[in-house]
């Protein structure tokens, strides 16, 4: 975990951001993004959440850590928790998500959006 991350201020600038992505579609981007303790957890002293939702506010796609999630690891031994997470879609329950920093966070976030309104476009046409 990059402790110098210089591209944070770039996600704090987001804070309370919101964007249309689609129009037809009716989907848009909400950015939270505030600064926090410092804690085992949140090692970086940013508490986020990067989310695309649908038109009728339904989240879609989410990365965050602002709860942890536990998920599974291969064999007979006991679950793994993290708070660095994203949510694939809709039903996701989370999927760990490894965090480097911001500016990677940023383009992960972007990424994962783009893949969404594409397959959406083409279940549409």
């Not at 940023?106 to 046409?125: G, P």
């Amino acid at each position: 975990m990059n402790h110098d991350d210089k591209t944070i201020e770039n996600l704090l600038d987001l804070n309370g951001d919101r964007f249309v992505v689609d129009e037809k579609l009716g989907l848009w981007v909400k950015f939270e993004a505030r600064r926090t303790t410092v804690t085992n957890d949140r090692p970086h002293g940013v508490r986020y959440s990067l989310t695309l939702h649908d038109k009728s506010g339904k989240r879609i796609l989410g990365f965050d850590n602002a709860h942890a999630i536990e998920y599974e690891r291969k064999g007979k031994v006991k679950p793994k928790r993290t708070y660095y997470h994203w949510h694939k879609d809709v039903d996701d329950v989370g999927r760990p998500y490894e965090y480097r920093n911001a500016g990677n966070l940023l383009e992960d976030f972007w990424k994962e959006v783009e893949k969404v309104l594409k397959r959406l476009q083409e279940e549409r046409s």
